[in-house]
């Protein structure tokens, strides 16, 4: 993948659960729920954005309360990979705990005996999960009242959930869109190689599209929007110059 090994075989592992057939694994003290603390944090900073009139008490609950649902969602899109993996018989090597988030872990990202449309299955289980909870999200926000801490924990679940299936979809190779894209084309007849080349060609696309739609947003005076696009649109640059590669070439 584009981040380094998470896990590798033959790692010094604890195994603490499994989980739709994958050993949930823990290394080292890199299981600390550290990335919980900052996410309240961060949550309370963007609440007390959007509600200049909370006092810093009500931002901090407000920003705990919305943390299980933000990082709950993405623990269960993870999940929901895994779910995904055992359904088609082609079960995840692990999934590790770093830092109190989920990673997912393929020793070998073109592993022979998977097929495309396995990858594929695979792939989708997350975004699939993260877009079924929107509707169901959306419906309980309009059952709570403006001003409140459940309209605030609401539209957390709401944004948090159409953010990880959106971004989750992005052709980009590290993420589940740029598996869909490769193993899709892998399955109408390109090589894993032609794939990889295609895909590069088309991050070429998204970096240029996703650049303009950052100028944009900072123009309309959305800084925030501009500052999530921003990275990604990096990201793709650095696939379609070749700079980033998700897994090695495999030696002729």
Known sequence: MIKPAFVKQGDAVTTVARLFGTRVVVKGMTWLPAIQVVATLLLAWLFGKRHPGYSRSRRLLTGAAAMPVVLGSEWCHNLAHAAAAQGV????????????????????LEDPTVTPRQHIARALGGPVFNMLVVPIAWRLRRRTRPGTLARDVADAAVVANAFIGTVGLLPIPGIDGGAITKWTLVARGQSPAQADMT????????????????????????????????????????????????QAPREA
């Open 89 to 108: 018989g082609k079960p995840m090597d692990a999934m590790r705990i770093f830092w109190g988030t989920p990673l997912l872990v393929y020793y070998d």
């Open 199 to 246: 895909v590069r060609g088309i991050n070429g696309v998204l970096a240029a599209g996703l650049a303009a739609g950052a100028a944009a947003a900072f123009r309309g005076r959305r800084p925030w929007l501009g500052g999530l696009m921003v990275p990604f649109a990096l990201t793709a640059l650095a696939i379609a110059t070749g700079w980033l590669r998700e």
